[in-house]
Each structure stands twice: as structure tokens, then as C-alpha cells.
């Protein structure tokens, strides 16, 4: 990474070291920093981080799953456990703010924000191009603090192409679609849409419609 020596700092920028002070490698399912280093030259400054080998593919080459998957259910298992542990971490990082949730999710979905019933620690960017078989997960620089379920519902958002792998999400992670996890839901079904007008993950955008309009049901 570089920044202007100046603002070399914030969420981003320490991610990975903060998550290996916090988590460690999770029980194996979350790749040890081994290393950083970081130079300044000529008023930018330089880091460069070392982790620890992944030897398995990642399960898609795109966020967004675009083929059906078929995983044991040890593994649904390992990732909702992984999960829990970080959702038990008290942290003062934030991933989504209540004020992006005030603003988007009424622009977007045509409802008041819900209130979160609790804020929890999550990776804030759980999809299948950050996930191996066996369990790893990958790229831990935005993690902080979100509505319950956020991950849980970052993950069935990526996955709406696949109507197996989201019936497996929802079996997964009863969070969604419980009053506990509508704001998280809303969440990110409000962030993916505004990738749509920006236009990114258009291939998701009728199912992001639909999503929206069982949220405002709800």
C-alpha cells in the first residue's frame, strides 16, 4: 500500500495489523500476518505486509457466485463459528455507520432505517472471493463493527444467483431474515444497489429489487 505520509492512518490502512492483534489466525481460519515494513520517501509512505501462504483457490474468481456450490455442512459450520468468535470481539473499528444507514436505506429502499437491537465485530466483506474450501478467510482490512448478521448477509447477497447456496445461507445464519437481522439485511442490499447505479454487479440488480421489496414487506 501507499499513502501521502500524511495520512497514512485510518480504518483501512491498519486493517491487517489490527485484525492480527485482535484475532490472530482464528483457529487456523484466518491467515496470519507474519510481516510489515514500511518506508517513507519523499513525503509518501510505503507498507508492505506479509502473510501467511494459502494454498487453496478461493471459491470464486468473482464476488458475485456465479455457479452452484456444493459444501459440507462441517463447513458451514466452521464459517458460522468463525463468525460468532469475531462478532464476540469488542472493537472500536466501524464498518458501517449509523449515518449511511439513515441516508441510503430510505434513498434506496423506500423505508426508514431499522434499528439495529445490537452492533457486532464482522469482516464487512464476506463474499466467495474471499473464502476457500477448506475454510479461510481472506482480506480482513475494512473489518469493524456492523449490525448483527452483517456478514451473514453480505455473503447471501453475493450469493442471489444461486437460489441452493442462499437457501443454504438462510440455513446457515438465522439471523436473516429475523427481526435482529433486518437492518443488517437492509444494509446490504442498500450498498450493492448503489454499486448497481454505479454500474457494478448489474447482473445482481433484478434479484437486489426483489430482495428490496421483501425487505419493505418485512
Not at 52 to 57: E, F, K, L, T
Request: hydrophobic share 40%; aromatic share 6%; with cysteine.
Amino acid at each position: 500500500m501507499s499513502s501521502p505520509e500524511d495520512k497514512a492512518s485510518g480504518k483501512l490502512w491498519d486493517g491487517a495489523l489490527d485484525a492480527q492483534h485482535v484475532f490472530g489466525d482464528r483457529d487456523g481460519r484466518r491467515p496470519a500476518l507474519l510481516a510489515v515494513h514500511d518506508a517513507v520517501d519523499d513525503g509518501t509512505t510505503y507498507r508492505a505486509e506479509l502473510s501467511a501462504r494459502v494454498d487453496q483457490p478461493v471459491l470464486s474468481d468473482d464476488p458475485v457466485l456465479q455457479r452452484d456450490l456444493q459444501l459440507s455442512d462441517s463447513w458451514w459450520e466452521d464459517l458460522a463459528g468463525t463468525l460468532e468468535k469475531v462478532a464476540a470481539v469488542d472493537t472500536d473499528r466501524v464498518a458501517v455507520r449509523q449515518q449511511y444507514m439513515d441516508r441510503a436505506i430510505p434513498e434506496l429502499l423506500g423505508i426508514p432505517a431499522p434499528a439495529v437491537t445490537c452492533w457486532r465485530a464482522a469482516h464487512s466483506d464476506l463474499h466467495w472471493a474471499s473464502v476457500t474450501t477448506p475454510l479461510r478467510i481472506l482480506d480482513w482490512e475494512g473489518w469493524g463493527r456492523a449490525p448483527e448478521g452483517f456478514g451473514a448477509a453480505t455473503l447471501y447477497a453475493y450469493s442471489l444467483l444461486q437460489e441452493n447456496v442462499t437457501a443454504r445461507v438462510r440455513d446457515a445464519f438465522p439471523v436473516l431474515g429475523s427481526p435482529a437481522g433486518l437492518a443488517a439485511e437492509a444494509t446490504v442490499c442498500a450498498q450493492l444497489l448503489q454499486t448497481v447505479a454505479r454500474g457494478d454487479n448489474l447482473t445482481l440488480e433484478d434479484q437486489l429489487r426483489t430482495w428490496a421489496e421483501e425487505l419493505r414487506r418485512r
